[in-house]
């Protein structure tokens, strides 16, 4: 286990979650490989590259500190760019289906050549507007959640997004009301700095619909500069 491993290891131990040394080799192949075709095309920015460990694969899992989808079959990675958050979640949930959908081609390319190198079984990809994927047969109301990370606006992803949702099922909570059970379709963005009036415009446009946020802080988060962050979930 190298030190980059290691640290992850630690941090995930830390909230809660296991890891396998499968999945920490993965994580670290998927790494490599994002790093390599970056060189190539722009699939994360440059200024990240040397915290990509932190910035992108590690604050994709944290997600998994506080939602709980063991109750998804089906997971949808909207504007997935490189892959993120879908591939590492999909390393660590080997047991959910993820489909990851961007609408520029080789950006899709690019991650298909890293899911085909790491041999993800659960790992689907496409190619569109998403605008124009939702209308088919099989991918509306197919999901049980959507996730999105820095892809648009709030209203838009809901536009986007919602299509792609089973209309099924009510929210849970576990016990320690930390951690929220997901077992209503729900779409879940990433969201950092002053997002309130993302939600309050969504809120105006889909007025029935259940959308509130949560922060994604967590244990050793204070070492992140965007430690800000939130997830908005829209239900």
């Not at 289906?97 to 690019?110: G, H, N, P």
């Amino acid at each position: 286990m190298n030190d980059e491993e290691l640290w992850l290891h630690t941090k995930l131990k830390k909230n809660g979650l296991a890891i396998t040394a499968i999945q920490l080799q993965l994580l670290q192949a998927y790494k490599q490989r994002l790093l390599a075709w970056n060189r190539k095309i722009n699939l994360i920015s440059r200024k990240d590259e040397e915290k990509i460990w932190q910035a992108h694969i590690f604050l994709s899992l944290a997600i998994l500190f506080k939602i709980d989808v063991r109750f998804c079959a089906r997971i949808l990675d909207l504007g997935t760019g490189g892959g993120l958050p879908g591939i590492p979640l999909s390393i660590m949930l080997p047991e959910i289906e993820f489909v990851l959908l961007d609408s520029i081609q080789k950006k899709v390319i690019a991650v298909e050549s890293i899911i085909s190198e790491l041999k993800l079984p659960n790992v689907s990809t496409l190619c569109g507007r998403a605008e124009d994927i939702q209308k088919k047969e099989n991918m509306s109301g197919s999901f049980d959640a959507v996730i999105a990370r820095a892809v648009s606006n709030l209203k838009n992803l809901i536009l986007w997004g919602y299509p792609f949702l089973k209309k099924e099922d009510v929210q849970k909570r576990s016990p320690d009301s930390q951690t929220i059970i997901l077992k209503t379709p729900s779409l879940i963005a990433f969201k950092g700095g002053n997002f309130s009036d993302e939600i309050a415009a969504a809120r105006r446009f889909f007025p029935k619909l259940f959308i509130h946020s949560i922060s994604l802080a967590f244990q050793g988060s204070e070492e992140f500069s965007n430690s800000d962050k939130h997830l908005v979930i829209v239900q």
